[in-house]
């Protein structure tokens, strides 16, 4: 157990709507990222954090905007979600060079 | 954007077979190559970080070895079990934000 926690697990909204999800370490890691996972692409980087109001964009952000005002929650908003964005969503963090990932969010946007 | 490329992208194998895949990526600006275990409804888990070049590393069946100069990896399972069905991934370390670049993994399926 790498003291990851995501909220919600799943979660099902309606195109348009906003979501956030939330990202909660416990143990004092500096970095943090978002991940999306679809099949065919494995893992995509959306935003990281490498301190507290330090974040940077993936890979694959837009659509998405994160905020760190604390150093263990990490949150991704999506401002107003469509159907692209359904997927499963992982969050990491690390403080080397291992990552270590939250169960992840089964998000579904209709 | 780096390509971190695995194949083959699935395998179907017998139990007590061995097995091996590879991952290949870009050999300049090498730092670290992560190899992740992936269950089906779970989180990735660490198998192995591999830093230099002709690196080699075990955990029980399973062993890696690195050769950055030409730019690929190799995950080896001997005696292949039912539990070690998973997806196994691949990822780039460059430095850069501490950032890891995934490949798309290889989805192994062990059957009895």
Redesign the interface.
């Known amino acids: 157990d790498a003291g990851i926690t995501q909220s919600p697990r799943h979660k099902v909204t309606e195109t348009g709507t906003p979501v956030t999800l939330r990202c909660h370490q416990t143990e004092n890691h500096?970095?943090m990222?978002w991940?999306r996972q679809d099949p065919?692409?494995?893992?995509?980087?959306i935003h990281?954090s490498?301190g507290v109001k330090d974040t940077?964009k993936?890979?694959v952000s837009d659509g998405y905007s994160v905020s760190r005002s604390k150093t263990e929650d990490f949150l991704l908003t999506l401002e107003s979600a469509t159907s692209s964005q359904t997927s499963v969503y992982?969050c990491a963090a690390?403080t080397g060079?291992?990552?270590?990932?939250?169960?992840?969010t089964r998000l579904t946007v209709t | 954007?780096l390509n971190v490329e695995q194949s083959p992208q699935s395998l179907h194998v017998q139990e007590g077979d061995s097995t091996n895949f590879t991952c290949s990526f870009p050999s300049s600006n090498f730092y670290?190559l992560?190899w992740y275990r992936w269950e089906t409804a779970?989180?990735?888990?660490?198998l192995f970080?591999m830093?230099l070049n002709g690196d080699e590393k075990k955990k029980g069946q399973i062993s890696a070895t690195l050769n950055t100069k030409e730019g690929y990896s190799y995950l080896y399972i001997k005696g292949s079990q039912p539990e070690d069905s998973a997806t196994y991934?691949c990822?780039l370390?460059t430095g850069g934000?501490?950032?890891?670049?995934?490949?798309?993994?290889t989805q192994l399926k062990v059957e009895l």
């Open positions: 500096r970095y990222y991940y065919g692409h494995g893992l995509r980087l990281y490498y940077d993936g890979e992982f690390s060079y291992e990552q270590y990932f939250g169960p992840g | 954007i670290a992560h779970k989180s990735p888990e660490a970080v830093t991934l990822a370390y934000g501490n950032k890891l670049t995934f490949g798309t993994g």
